[in-house]
């Protein structure tokens, strides 16, 4: 059973990105090594080239390779021996026709040089001597000045995430800071009348706060920064007094709780009551997830999330994850989400025109890597420690067979 | 050309891993809410019924389902309304045969009720009647007490890594703080006389520091505290003294860079020289990589990695990674490695009984994930800026076909 108003999950993601669009985004400028993780807010040109000389890539000996060609284990090339290079040194000299100059890893390649015999396939013959058993080509065994990057180049684009290898070429370049965006704030509103803080006893008929902490973790691996708001009531004038605080601080506000329609109602009272231009969806053909509300109070998302511990992480991967990518500043969210493919053991039914999201464990079953459902209401925090990651039903989609290939998304 | 002192990769691993398989851990306990990503240190059991009483899933009435049993549109029953229940509050009655309790979502059963009927399948026929038209079965839209954990059961075991939703069950559950193992300090020994850190001038035949930016982000990215112990020049005893003191704050220790043969046996010297047991191993069948040392003096494992940076990531991934993963005291590497399947759009050669690493960028071609090979010498950096993750060829294999299946092993 189906209800019309729900919007699929597609057309709400869309509605609330094509929303942002637009927004501007704090910029602040880091210096390299507390860069890490962080998206740039500029493109990033190389200001030199890397390396900016040429390098051997093998222990051996400097040479124009015109001297060894032809040269083999039973023909060698005799060259004259040149002096040693020294790592991090210029060379004091150019090589000659004829000569060949004992050089490290990493060392600069002499004028005259083009190309670096390994040790392997030389020997000394005399105290002056080399014998060259292998000829090389021109450019072998070199890094070429500027092979890596050429000055005026484009290494990284703004909105790109600075992974260890990205910092890594920055570093390279000789660039000590970069400007990159502000983390987004994200507050957490949590309601409920039956919800106690942990920490505080719990009585019978409540329950204690579990959604603001699986939030505060998925936040954080986000990119977000999370700010947790309390506990209110299921108080109009509550709800609306801390949400609107909340937006004075964040760029993101997330209203938890509120599974009984009463409350659903009460949390798209307080986002219309706000700002415009208040409530964009209420309803979203997703399950676990459906109680969702999406709305924007002027440039910022503000979203009720269902109370339901498993329906919080659906609508956080579905909902909230590509809202807070767009919020870092991230170009795209990336094609290679983390996906594994494996083979469901089990046939799952769903409903056509809803997206479901099916938890499951992962198993290697006789070295086949299999998904196992997990079972069990989406008000069970337990399904999702005891799952890996969750397979998601397109809406068109009437199910799941056993047996068939699926993409598992992996949990952070 | 497979020098035939180079040990398989796997070999290499599982002998640092039997190594460490009796180190003691330091442990700390924190509060909840500073566990996250940590790794546990301790056996979590259920110190209480999570929920603590039967709740209601839906907005709707509480009955006895026997009440309803053959319920229908054209044939309701016919049940006297009882009090509301309120959320969060312990009903003050019980529920007698023939009668329904409005109940919200979350809601606690009153005793006498075993199921609930959604608002849906109800209407109100006069004040104090309510019509049911559709029966439920007993159990049907409640959550039962301790559905979700049991007092005394397992819940998380120690080893494990706290995903946010697990932290979320610890805060159901009332566990207000957790005994993890201390994060393992991870010492980056960089060298090279010809490398000069960020920010000092780089000159002609010179090189700046690239790999202790990439390490650091890796080693924090997996659960390690990286400490940078600065770039020593290629001399005996600077490295010795400055590795004899990294191992008395670290846990592991990376000596890196060293690429010439003279400056690789340097890095063995000083590891030999400062314990038991010393050298492991001294070249891996991997590449890039080949010239990865492995070490440990007492419990502490000293490694010297080649200093090409796309060797550093190599090498990070087939040996330090496992390592670190041993020392955070992780159960076991998750065998949900993020690895997609994609297409390879090249053939690539490989060498048997060496384990290559392919760089490869993820495109998506007609609707077809594909890994396109990102050729260039490991000693450039953009090689790695430019891929998205990696391809292994497994020790046994000569290479890929192009259009063969891959799994990409993403990079973090």
Not at 62 to 90: C, H, K, Q
Not at 157 to 177: F, H, M
Not at 320 to 348: D, E, H, M, N, W
């Amino acid at each position: 059973m189906l209800d019309k108003n729900y919007i699929p999950a597609d057309d709400a993601r869309q509605l609330l990105l094509d929303r942002l669009a637009g927004i501007t985004r704090r910029v602040e400028r880091l210096p390299l090594e507390k860069a890490f993780d962080r998206v740039l807010a500029e493109d990033i040109i190389a200001p030199e080239d890397l390396p900016g000389f040429a390098r051997s890539t093998v222990d051996g000996y400097a040479v124009r390779s015109r001297d060894t060609f032809g040269a083999r284990d039973t023909s060698p090339a005799y060259l004259n021996l040149a002096p040693e290079i020294l790592m991090g040194s210029v060379p004091a000299f150019a090589l000659r026709p004829g000569e060949a100059a004992p050089i490290p890893t990493g060392g600069m390649l002499p004028e005259g040089a083009d190309a670096v015999v390994m040790f392997e396939h030389c020997q000394k013959s005399s105290e002056s001597l080399v014998e060259i058993l292998h000829a090389v080509a021109p450019a072998e065994n070199v890094v070429q000045k500027d092979e890596d990057v050429k000055a005026g180049q484009s290494v990284l684009v703004s909105g790109s995430r600075l992974r260890p290898q990205d910092v890594g070429a920055l570093a390279g370049l000789g660039i000590a800071s970069v400007a990159v965006f502000a983390q987004p704030v994200v507050a957490i509103v949590s309601t409920g009348d039956e919800v106690v803080p942990l920490g505080s006893p719990c009585g019978p008929a409540q329950v204690r706060d579990i959604n603001s902490f699986t939030l505060r973790g998925l936040i954080a691996h986000h990119g977000g920064i999370p700010v947790w708001e309390g506990i209110c009531r299921d108080e109009y004038e509550t709800i609306r007094s801390t949400v609107a605080e909340a937006l004075q601080k964040a760029d993101l506000v997330l209203i938890v709780g509120g599974t009984s329609a009463g409350v659903r109602d009460m949390s798209a009272s307080v986002i219309d009551s706000l700002g415009e231009p208040g409530v964009l969806f209420h309803g979203v053909a997703l399950k676990p997830g459906k109680p969702l509300i999406g709305g924007m109070i002027g440039p910022k998302p503000v979203l009720g999330l269902p109370g339901h511990p498993a329906a919080v992480v659906g609508t956080f991967e579905s909902l909230v994850r590509p809202v807070l990518a767009c919020l870092c500043g991230l170009r795209s969210v990336a094609i290679t989400s983390r996906a594994v493919t494996a083979r469901i053991t089990k046939s799952v039914a769903s409903v056509a025109g809803r997206e479901d999201h099916i938890r499951v464990r992962l198993e290697d079953l006789d070295g086949e890597l299999c998904a196992i459902p997990v079972l069990g209401k989406s008000g069970l925090i337990t399904t999702l420690v005891r799952a890996d990651g969750i397979v998601k039903i397109p809406a068109p989609k009437l199910g799941l067979d056993a047996g068939e290939s699926v993409a598992v998304h992996l949990f952070s």
